[in-house]
C-alpha cells in the first residue's frame, strides 16, 4: 500500500512535529508513505464562512493532487471531515481522493487492522474527542484503543470527554467569550482526572486546550495521539 500524507494547515505552520510523528509510527508498520508537496489548504475556513467557490477550488484541486494514491491519511479529524463528508457536496459528486481519505488513528485500526504500535508512554492521560471525529467521521474507540495499547500509560475517562473545546476554527474568533466559557468547562473536567497529558486527534482542539492551561498557570500539557504513539 503506497500512502499519501495529507497535512494540515496549521499543523505544516504550528505543531510540524505531529507529522513528523505519524510518519515515524507508519514507517514503523512497514507502510510506503509520500508527502506531495504542491498540496494546499483543504479548504475548510473558507467553506465555513461562507466562501464556497473559493472552498469549491481548493476541493477540486486536492482531488488532482492526490488522485491514484491507495490511501490518504491525515492527523486531523476535522480536515478529513471536511475532504470525506463536504468536498462531495461542493464538487457534486464523490471521487477516489475523497473516498480514500483517512484520520490517522482511523487509518490504522480500521484499515491496518493495528491497535498495537509498539509505543511507550508512561504517563497518566485523558483523552479529548475532537468534535469532527466523534460527530462526523463517528471515531470514538479507534483511538482509545490504541491508547490501550501503550506501554506505561494510564488512561483516565473524564467527565466531559465528548464536550467540545470551544475552538470550532473561525467560531472562537467571532464569539471568543462564548468559546472561552466551553473551555473552561472542558478543563474543569480535565482536572478531575488528575491527568498529566490531554490527548486528541486534533491539533486545533489541543491548542484551544493549551492556551487556557496557559493563562491559568496549569501543568497540564497538551499533545497529539500521533506523538503518543511515536513515543518508545
Not at 35 to 53: I, L
Not at 93 to 116: N, P, S, W
Not at 126 to 155: F, S
Amino acid at each position: 500500500m503506497r500512502v499519501a500524507l495529507f497535512i494540515p494547515c496549521f499543523i505544516d505552520q504550528l505543531f510540524p512535529n505531529v507529522g513528523i510523528a505519524m510518519v515515524t509510527v507508519l514507517r514503523r508498520l512497514n507502510v510506503d508513505v509520500y508527502y506531495p508537496e504542491e498540496q494546499t489548504c483543504c479548504g475548510q475556513p473558507a467553506f465555513n464562512t461562507g466562501y464556497w467557490d473559493e472552498a469549491r477550488t481548493l476541493a477540486a484541486r486536492y482531488c488532482e493532487i492526490f488522485t491514484g494514491a491507495d490511501a490518504i491519511v491525515s492527523p486531523s479529524g476535522s480536515c478529513t471531515a471536511m475532504v470525506r463528508n463536504f468536498y462531495p457536496e461542493l464538487l457534486g459528486k464523490a471521487t477516489q481522493a475523497t473516498a480514500h481519505t483517512y484520520e490517522f488513528a482511523e487509518f490504522l485500526v480500521k484499515k491496518l487492522g493495528v491497535t498495537d504500535v509498539g509505543a511507550k508512554f508512561p504517563a497518566r492521560v485523558t483523552y479529548h474527542d475532537a468534535c469532527h471525529a466523534l460527530r462526523e467521521l463517528r471515531l470514538k474507540d479507534e483511538p482509545r484503543q490504541l491508547l490501550r495499547n501503550v506501554k506505561g500509560i494510564e488512561l483516565v475517562e473524564m467527565d466531559q470527554a465528548e464536550t467540545c473545546c470551544g475552538f470550532g476554527g473561525t467560531f472562537s474568533v467571532k464569539f471568543p467569550m462564548i468559546s472561552y466559557a466551553m473551555d473552561e468547562v472542558k478543563v474543569t473536567s480535565i482536572q478531575k482526572t488528575g491527568a498529566q497529558y490531554v490527548v486528541s486527534t486534533d491539533s486545533s482542539c489541543l491548542m484551544q486546550i493549551d492556551g487556557y492551561l496557559r493563562r491559568q498557570n496549569l501543568p497540564i500539557k497538551t499533545i497529539s495521539l500521533a506523538e503518543v504513539l511515536a513515543a518508545t
